[in-house]
């Protein structure tokens, strides 16, 4: 079941525990890849723990599967603050 991996995941971020967080959005990710929620809580949980390089790889994942235009702009705009070295706080 993954969905309690996601939700622990988002408890954890809520918490502060950012790299932890990262480790259950990447299980959810393996029991449901093509979900784009997953890529997208890890990018943020990632971005959390500061490691910018692996935060932009999962938004370009997120990129990959998500087809709303809404929520692709927001990836987009994730990518290019973490590529500025800014930590990026999306709408």
């Known amino acids: 079941m993954p969905e309690p991996l996601n939700t622990l995941g988002e408890i954890f971020l809520a918490k502060g525990e950012s790299r932890r967080a990262a480790e259950y959005f990447k299980k959810f990710l393996q029991l449901r ?10 990018a943020l949980a990632l971005r959390e723990a500061g490691d910018n390089a692996e935060a932009i790889a999962y938004a370009s994942q997120f990129l990959a599967v998500e087809r709303d235009p809404r929520y692709r702009q927001m990836a987009e705009e994730l990518i ?12």
């Not at 890849?33 to 890890?42: K, L, M, V």
């Not at 290019?80 to 709408?91: D, I």
């Open 33 to 42: 890849p093509e979900d784009s929620r997953g890529y997208w809580n890890a």
């Open 80 to 91: 290019a603050q973490l590529k500025a070295g800014r930590r990026a706080v999306p709408r």
